[in-house]
Antibody, heavy 122, light 110 residues
Framework: QITLKESGPTLVKPTQILTLTCTFS??????????VGWIRQPPGKALEWLAL???????SYSPSLKSRLTITKDTSKNQVVLTMTNMDPVDTATYYC??????????????WGQGTMVTVSS | QSVLTQPPSVSAAPGQKVTISCSGS????????VSWYQQLPGTAPKLLIY???KRPSGIPDRFSGSKSGTSATLGITGLQTGDEADYYC???????????FGTGTKVTVL
């Protein structure tokens, strides 16, 4: 059974760096075809994809946020870390991590974490 | 500012059918597989449809997906009160080199 869980601060100040950790179980990020992505959702708004990292360390980022994002993985700890610099109140959102397996077909996030709410305020 | 457009809301009575459209372009819907996600109130999104029309294990066949050209459609038949949720389409955009979600559609059961 695949599970993912996000963790990190619930409150950050403007201009600070946000570091979120996705801890997962039920799969390995060293398995060919597997990836973990980050998606966020501001209150009352739509989903927004942020970043994705694959088993081979290939990474992709949202073009509009690329300069502020870094995604890394620690295969031994079953964790994926997302950092976002220069936080702003508009970055207030629930942040989700999700599993992707190329074998599932197409491009889909088939298992999601419960999400973690991050508020940006001074 | 999403590149995939969905109607803000659709509604129907219990037992009826609703369809949700997802309009994109050749760089996303037109040339890539579409997925659909259901987000019940206060919960994380859940994969409903992948590869345009395939259902993950456990998803009832009341939910169906289709695609034609640069538009995709999610259908829900036999509408139930438990289907009240927000629904999002998603796909890879080859030009943006990014995964994109639709604007989201709220389904209300009257």
């Amino acid at each position: 059974q695949i599970t993912l869980k996000e963790s990190g601060p619930t409150l950050v100040k403007p201009t600070q760096i946000l570091t979120l950790t996705c801890t997962f179980s039920g799969f390995s990020l060293s398995t060919s075809g597997v990836g973990v992505g980050w998606i966020r959702q501001p209150p009352g708004k739509a989903l927004e994809w942020l970043a994705l990292i694959y088993w081979d360390d290939d990474k992709s980022y949202s073009p509009s946020l690329k300069s502020r994002l870094t995604i890394t993985k620690d295969t031994s700890k079953n964790q994926v870390v997302l950092t976002m610099t220069n936080m702003d109140p508009v970055d207030t959102a629930t942040y989700y991590c999700a599993h992707r397996d190329i074998a599932v077909g197409g491009f889909a996030f088939d298992i999601w974490g419960q999400g973690t709410m991050v508020t940006v305020s001074s | 500012q999403s590149v995939l457009t969905q109607p803000p809301s659709v509604s129907a009575a219990p037992g009826q059918k609703v369809t949700i459209s997802c309009s994109g372009s050749s760089s996303n819907v037109g040339n890539n597989y579409v997925s659909w996600y259901q987000q019940l109130p206060g919960t994380a999104p859940k994969l409903l449809i992948y590869e345009n029309n395939k259902r993950p294990s456990g998803i009832p066949d009341r939910f169906s997906g289709s695609k034609s050209g640069t538009s995709a459609t999610l259908g829900i038949t036999g509408l139930q009160t438990g289907d009240e949720a927000d629904y999002y389409c998603g796909t890879w955009d080859s030009s943006l080199r990014a995964y994109v979600f639709g604007t989201g559609t709220k389904v209300t059961v009257l």
